[in-house]
């Protein structure tokens, strides 16, 4: 089995009182979550919460029992299920608990396996591609700027300056049914993903992420780390997650170690 590496973190930043990030990170299975929630009264952090256990189990579960095709039809499809499940599961807990009523949170799912990545996600929660030098943004934010970007009505750098930067158009559970984008991906040796809230990216540019992983790359503990602390320097208007990954082509689950998983939670 080809090995590949992780780091994560997350941080209340500056501002806010309580995190409402939730990451989750399972190497065996090659999985690892990102989610923010929104919502008063400790909502948010019980939306996301729900987010990435949900997704987490499903996925660990699903896989511990089922051996890949090879074409990435199974992995397509449990990312893709893991995300409805975690969207009715907010749904639920919100109608069956009044003071949780409207909560929601964001998610970005990355599942690796042999050489492809399953990429899904719900709002702006982003994932990065660090490829020979160059960061390219992989996913596309459901957020209303992000709309106006597509159709050509505002520039990338005045979406980042505008005060509606933050309005997403989708979540998981505000609805009891969501869209999520899920796509596949091919992975390349040394490769490097970034999954991170808006706490990250809103107040680092693009430009300043790929100059980190540039100088820092090779060790993803002190990039991620160098990541949060420069965001909370610059103010640290929000919570912030980071996930970091570093590939290995060739990477093949084991049936076995993932039941152990399993086992535990």
Do not use: W
């Not at 949780?100 to 996600?121: E, N, P, Q, R």
């Amino acid at each position: 089995m080809s090995e590949f590496l992780i780091s994560g973190l997350t941080d209340a930043g500056r501002m806010r009182e309580q995190n409402e990030d939730n990451i989750a990170m399972a190497p065996e299975a090659g999985l690892v979550v990102v989610a923010d929630g929104m919502g008063g009264h400790r909502a948010g952090e019980v939306a996301s919460r729900l987010a990435v256990d949900t997704i987490r189990r499903h996925i660990v579960d699903t896989l511990a029992e089922t051996e890949t095709d090879g074409n990435g039809s199974i992995e397509v499809a449990v990312v893709r299920d893991a995300i409805l499940r975690a969207n009715r599961a907010i749904f639920e807990c919100a109608r069956e608990n009044p003071e949780y009523a409207g909560m929601g949170s964001t998610v970005v799912v990355a599942l690796f396996y042999g050489d492809k990545l399953c990429v899904g996600h719900v709002g702006d929660s982003r994932l990065y591609r660090f490829r020979d030098t160059i960061l390219e943004q992989v996913t596309e934010d459901h957020s209303v700027v992000q709309e106006l970007i597509s159709r050509g009505l505002v520039t990338a750098e005045e979406a980042r300056q505008s005060i509606s930067k933050n309005l997403v158009t989708r979540a998981l559970g505000i609805d009891p049914d969501v869209e999520a984008d899920v796509a596949e991906h091919d992975v390349y040796d040394d490769d490097v993903y970034l999954l991170c809230s808006d706490g990250l990216n809103d107040v680092l540019a693009d430009g300043d992420l790929e100059m980190m992983l540039t100088e820092l790359g090779r060790n993803l503990e002190s990039t991620a780390r160098q990541m949060v602390d420069t965001a909370n320097a610059r103010g640290g208007p929000d919570n912030i997650s980071v996930i970091l990954v570093r590939t290995r082509r060739g990477f093949v689950r084991n049936p076995e170690t993932l039941r152990k998983l399993r086992d535990q939670d």
